[in-house]
C-alpha cells in the first residue's frame, strides 16, 4: 500500500513506499559524487522535493508517474529536506499524465524537530513555507 506525501516524517531508513508525479525538474547539477538534481513531485494530498542521483537525472521527466520503493524521507549535506531512493530504494516510471496532485503543503518545507521522548522520531515545529520556495508556483 502506498504512503501519502503528507504522512512521510524524516528518518535515516529505508521504508517509504509511495507514487507520485513529477511536476517540475532543475537543471542537473555536478558534484564529487556525481550528476544530481532536485525535482518538485506531488500526490493527492502534497508534494516534496525529490532528490534525483546519476541515471535518474535523464530518466524523469515533469509528467511522469513514479513508484519509489524503499525511499529515504531526510536532510542532505546542504540541509535541504528531500525523499530519495537512497542506496537501496527504486524508482520507477509506471506511466503520464493520469494522477490528481495538490502543490500544498510541501512537507520539504516543514520544520522538523527530534521527538523528545524518541531520538529517532522526529515532529513538526512549523512551517517555512506552504509552497515550494525551490519551485514557486506560476502566478
Known sequence: MYVFLKDIVPAAQNNIYTRFIILDKAKPGVAASGK???????DET????IQLWGEECDA???GDIVKLTNGIFSYVRNSALVLRAGKRGKMEKMGEFTIAFVETPNVSEI?????????????????????????????
Not at 520544520?111 to 502566478?139: A, C, E, H, M
Request: glycine letters at 4%; hydrophobic letters at 40%; aromatic letters at 12%.
Open 36 to 42: 544530481s538534481c532536485l525535482a518538485l513531485a506531488a
Open 46 to 49: 502534497a508534494a516534496v522535493h
Open 60 to 62: 524523469f521527466e515533469a
Open 111 to 139: 520544520l522538523w524537530n527530534p521527538d523528545p521522548g524518541n531520538s529517532k522520531l522526529y515532529i513538526q515545529n512549523g512551517v517555512t513555507s506552504p509552497y515550494s520556495r525551490i519551485f514557486p508556483p506560476l502566478p
